[in-house]
């Protein structure tokens, strides 16, 4: 029997740690239960949001409607020769399931570990880092859709994968609940160490010939010492998105700035380090009354404390405005904004 909880408070639901409420509440552990949960009239009847691990999204006011915490769990394997396909439910722990995956030594996820959320979250935001994006290892992943909780299957194909972007964001945005995803790894390791700061670390431990256990030690190392630990002060991660642009724009910048950090995008584009743009208009490090941007890296916005939703958004803003005044970009926010 599915149970609402009423006026419950969100802030121990998202990594921001920001107070907001929401009117209806409703936790989900089973596939049945979500089917049972959209024959209800409640669902019917309010605005609805789908919660994983609240590690991408900025509450700036209460919510009147019934959130859904997506918990499913579980991880399973089923091994091809080479080739390892991994289910795991929604509700798993991201680096819960990286960690299980390196453990089994089934090689693709592990330049991703330590990112925040849930498993059910990773395909809508294509979640990504240090060269490698979910898109790389996504076999498919199962979701009922709202209006007629009908199940579903969604190909890799099927789901428009961007940069940070799926057609989880467009065109089906708040129609569909994914309740697991299966990824395609492999049991031979192709190591991927092409970002210079994997090299680095590597390089100081001693490692010439990494193993995935090696990678993922090495990129959870360099993620503490850049990104602050949502447990001791509130953040959602990366709150922009590294703005990808034209051949000619940039060229057009690095005339202006010779010292500006990019990488190839391809299809004739660049991508530039939103971090860098950040930190050049002198926003490293910046505390204006309970917000701020982190001490190590200028990505990550924070609430040291008492910061509303609505004054981390402001700042937000005078970010963006700041940098495009500058260097005549206009920076995108990768944290969804309630």
């Known amino acids: 029997m599915t149970i609402f909880q009423e006026n419950i408070s969100l802030k121990p639901y998202n990594t921001f740690s920001i107070p907001a409420n929401t009117h209806y509440f409703v936790e989900v552990l089973t596939e049945s239960a979500l089917e ?11 605005p609805l949001l789908i919660l994983g691990g609240g590690s991408n999204l900025l509450f700036t006011k209460d919510f009147d409607g019934l959130v859904i915490k997506m918990s499913i769990p579980g991880i399973s394997a089923e091994v091809h020769g080479e080739t390892v396909i991994v289910t795991a439910g929604a509700g798993v722990v991201w680096n819960d399931f990286v960690t299980y995956c390196v453990q089994n030594d089934f090689a693709g996820v592990e330049n991703l570990s330590l990112i925040p959320g849930t498993v ?63 990824f395609r790894l492999s049991r031979i390791a192709s190591i991927n160490t092409q970002y210079g700061a994997i090299q680095e670390e590597l390089a100081k431990r001693g490692v010439s010939a990494p193993t995935i256990a090696d990678v993922s030690s090495v990129v959870s190392h360099i993620r503490v010492s850049k ?28 005339e ?49 404390g008492q910061a509303s939703g609505q004054e981390v958004y402001s700042f937000s803003e005078n970010i963006i405005d700041t940098v495009e005044a500058r260097f005549g970009v206009r920076l995108e926010r990768e944290v969804n904004i309630l």
Do not use: M
């Open 227 to 254: 990104l602050p630990d949502p447990s001791t002060i509130g953040n959602a991660g990366s709150f922009f998105k590294n703005p990808v642009i034209e051949q000619q724009d940039f060229l057009k910048i690095f």
């Open 36 to 46: 049972e949960l959209l024959n209800s009239k409640l669902i019917k009847e309010q």
């Open 120 to 182: 059910g979250a990773s395909p809508i935001q294509n979640i990504g880092a240090y060269g490698v994006e979910l898109k790389d290892v996504f076999e498919s992943c199962s979701a009922y859709e709202i209006a007629t909780g009908k199940r579903r299957e969604f190909s890799h194909q099927d789901c428009h994968f961007g940069y940070r972007d799926s057609i989880f964001k467009n065109e089906l945005k708040g129609k569909y609940i994914i309740t697991e995803v299966s």
């Open 256 to 304: 202006k700035f010779p010292e500006l950090v990019h990488y190839p995008a391809g299809n004739g584009k660049v991508k530039l380090a939103a971090g860098w743009l950040i930190e050049q208009c002198g926003f490293k490090g910046k505390v204006v009354g309970q917000t701020g941007t982190w001490k190590n890296q200028a990505l990550v916005l924070v609430n040291h």
